[in-house]
């Protein structure tokens, strides 16, 4: 296996691991979402400007309109991603993100020409398997309601529009050029919807930035990470490499914010984990015969 395929899949195995902080991080924090997640992109931008000046990779005009989409969705995406973890249970808004891999799969062929060979399906069912145990042997705690299972799907669909749009995107910008651009534009446009939310854009004071700023260096090195890892990496690879994010949840949770981790659920996490350890180790793609 090519050295930049090894690199490209281990990062995103890193990137998806730090975004699975996520959903504890929200859960410690009480500001309104559209207010978490604006100051969130604010930190983000100043992180990733000083890793672009330190770099030199600063982005032009021309990156900058290349980030113009991946901002819009990933605005969109974070509100409603926030949304749905204080509307719906854990174990719902994780048994509907597994289906990502899904849809990742039906675009990959259709949009970037990707042949994955047919082992890649028969792991990606074992892997949704692996998280389906988990939550069956999860405490099932949390309230669970069908407008926030609605803000799960529509953010699972979302941020495989997101993974789209950025794989698109990295064949033209350099992936820091393209981190910063596509959060500046995420930042000005949760200005507005801050705004008309009623949420208000006051800056969090005293124990709240904390959140705020762990979500932005925790998670956002992750997003980082996963814009470089989309030049090297098949997007049906990412899908499925993404499960890893939902059978890290509980054992983050389990850390971080005192959830009970089951023995069936620990099953199922290592299940997950195991799958993918044997997908990343072996080619994605059909080999092309040659005449």
């Not at 983000?44 to 990779?57: E, K, P, Q, R, T």
């Amino acid at each position: 296996m090519e050295r930049r395929l090894v690199v490209g899949r281990s990062v995103a195995l890193g990137a998806t691991a730090l975004l699975a902080a996520g959903p504890s991080i929200v859960k410690i924090s009480d500001l309104p979402e559209a207010r978490f997640v604006l100051w969130r992109l604010v930190l983000a931008a100043v992180f990733y400007g000083l890793i672009s000046m330190a770099s030199g990779d600063r982005p032009s005009r021309s990156e900058l309109r290349h980030a113009l989409w991946g901002g819009l969705v990933f605005a969109v995406n974070l509100v409603f991603f926030v949304a749905a973890m204080r509307r719906t249970s854990a174990a719902n808004a994780v048994v509907i993100g597994a289906l990502q891999p899904v849809v990742l799969l039906g675009l990959a062929g259709p949009l970037f020409g990707e042949r994955p060979r047919r082992a890649l399906y028969g792991w990606s069912v074992l892997a949704i398997g692996g998280v389906a145990v988990a939550m069956y042997g999860s405490e099932g705690d949390g309230v669970a309601t069908r407008f926030g299972d609605l803000l799960a799907l529509a953010g699972m669909l979302l941020f495989c529009l997101y993974y789209v749009v950025s794989k698109r995107a990295r064949t033209e910008v350099g992936f820091i050029s393209y981190q910063l651009g596509l959060t500046l534009v995420a930042a000005l446009v949760m200005v507005p919807m801050a705004l008309v939310s009623g949420h208000g854009v006051a800056p969090p004071s005293g124990g709240d930035w904390w959140p705020v700023a762990l979500m932005a260096l925790i998670p956002g090195t992750g997003h980082l990470l996963i814009n470089y890892a989309h030049a090297h990496v098949p997007l049906a690879l990412m899908g499925l490499i993404n499960l890893l994010f939902v059978a890290l949840v509980p054992l983050y949770a389990w850390w971080l914010v005192d959830e009970v981790l089951g023995g069936l659920q620990a099953v199922g996490v290592g299940l997950v984990i195991a799958t993918l350890a044997m997908v990343v180790a072996r080619p994605v793609e059909q080999s092309v015969p040659t005449g």
